[in-house]
């Protein structure tokens, strides 16, 4: 995120505020190799879904994100 420019941090800021208003939590992606437009991009794709389907792919995104720091634990005890 320190690599996005102004336009794109406010367009996250207020994106994520939106979807926070309308589905209740915040707004989850597993942005392991992501840069900020496709994170944005993911964030303007996903705000229009309905709330069932949002939940199935923010629930998704957390498996991908546990999946990661499981798989660093297991890598540093080795």
Do not use: W
Not at 20 to 43: D, Q, Y
Request: aromatic fraction near 4%; hydrophobic fraction near 40%.
């Amino acid at each position: 995120m320190q690599s996005a420019g102004d336009g794109t941090k406010d367009r996250l800021v207020a994106l994520n505020e939106l979807y926070e208003r309308r589905f209740g939590c915040i707004f989850i992606v597993c942005a392991t190799g992501k840069s900020p437009a496709e994170m944005l991009a993911m964030l303007e794709a996903r705000i229009s879904n309905g709330p069932n389907a949002e939940l199935r792919i923010a629930a998704d995104e957390q498996r991908k994100i546990t999946g990661l720091r499981l798989a660093k634990l297991v890598d540093a005890h080795q």
